[in-house]
């Protein structure tokens, strides 16, 4: 029997989704497959499949948000290319929802974006999690593959959604940072640390902390975003903000002692008691050097030190060194705040040893050699 000169919407409609699932499967010519075994005539059949794009591509993308109300999180535009034809895919809304297609005449399968979405927005969390803003926590993937464009260079799509090659940058210059934004953050450091969070990492996103800074910026950035965070994520800032100032302005320069002070007690709040021990003794040394002996910042840090050799079982020794670093600022700045603390941290080491008489010698260090009497 001749097939009828009219269809209906539902025909139609479960033609077209049967091209789109062959297309899908990896079919080569899925029209004239379809017409064939629907009876078809093919170029009836591909002007509804053209139809069907056009309505679903001119259509507001409000379906998916309609339904789970969150909207689809795409790649940046011309990041994803096909391996077949070389050319940059594009997001479409079809009967099978939004994928990834290539113009005519490329017949490679579409790739569903949600799945390309997030298996790219695993890479950038993998590799770059700084990258994806604090606010969007927790970090979904597909909230990440938006940020992808900030760490990959391209991606060629093979046949499945899955199937994709990533090219790297070789050489990734920093991004620009607009005027006054490391102002505003070191601002909201006392006031709003969330937000200074989101200003720094904006700063220094696509910064590898594993390098060294050639601008100040972006050290002085990891300087205050370091103290804002915890564990080995504080202790990786610390780090790339001392050795970057280092670098650029030597390691006396009152910045760069500054940072080394942050990076010694980035460790110790990590536990890393050993490491913040000696990266103390040298920090005293380079402001007794620098400020004097008896500077306030040198004897602060000295108390800090003993109360780190507590912290690693040399009881006697921190007692002893922060004791005679107590007298030095009571003599040097008489009436200043610091000395009770100092005092009070002393008491209560006193009370620690005598509660719990704990004669261990602790870790073996380099003890402090006493500041000469001036």
């Not at 910045?255 to 005293?284: I, N, P, S, V």
Request: positive net charge; charged residues 15%.
């Amino acid at each position: 029997m001749a097939p009828p000169r009219t269809y209906t919407s539902d025909v139609i409609a479960a033609a077209v989704r049967r091209v789109e699932a062959a297309r899908a499967t990896g079919r080569r010519g899925p029209i004239s497959s379809v017409a064939r075994e629907l009876h078809l005539d093919r170029r009836l059949l591909q002007t509804w499949v053209t139809k069907a794009r056009a309505h679903a591509t001119a259509a507001p993308p409000t379906t998916p948000s309609t339904h789970t109300g969150v909207d689809p999180v795409l790649l940046p535009d011309g990041l994803l290319h096909c391996r077949f034809c070389r050319h940059p895919m594009t997001a479409v809304f079809t009967w099978a929802g939004l994928v990834y297609d290539c113009p005519p005449p490329c017949r490679r399968p579409v790739l569903n974006a949600a799945v390309v979405a997030s298996a790219i927005g695993e890479v950038v969390l993998r590799h770059a999690a700084h990258l994806v803003p604090g606010l969007t926590h927790p970090k979904a993937a597909s909230i990440a593959a938006g940020h992808a464009r900030r760490l990959i260079t391209r991606i060629t799509a093979g046949t499945h959604p899955t199937d994709l090659r990533i090219t790297w940058p070789t050489a990734r210059p920093p991004q620009p940072v607009p005027p006054g934004h490391l102002h505003l953050a070191r601002k909201l450091t006392g006031t709003d640390q969330q937000r200074a969070r989101t200003v720094l990492r904006n700063i220094l996103a696509g910064i590898d902390p594993a390098t060294t800074a050639t601008a100040v910026v972006h050290a002085d950035a990891a300087h205050l975003l370091a103290p804002l965070l915890h564990g080995p994520a504080a202790i990786r800032w610390a780090d790339y903000a001392h050795r970057s100032l280092t670098h650029l302005h030597g390691p006396t320069h009152p910045h760069t002692l500054a940072t080394a002070h942050t990076l010694a007690t980035a460790h110790r709040q990590a536990g890393h008691h050993q490491r913040a021990y000696h990266l103390l003794r040298e920090l005293a040394d380079n402001l007794a050097a620098t400020a004097g002996p008896d500077a306030h910042p040198t004897l602060a840090v000295r108390a800090t030190t003993a109360l780190v050799l507590h912290d690693l079982g040399h009881h006697h020794a921190a007692h002893s060194l922060l004791a005679d670093t107590i007298g030095r600022h009571r003599r040097a700045h008489p009436g200043h705040p610091a000395t009770a603390r100092m005092t009070a941290h002393l008491d209560r080491l006193r009370h620690h040893h005598t509660t719990h008489h704990d004669n261990s010698p602790g870790a073996a260090v380099n003890l402090p050699a006493p500041v000469a009497q001036a």
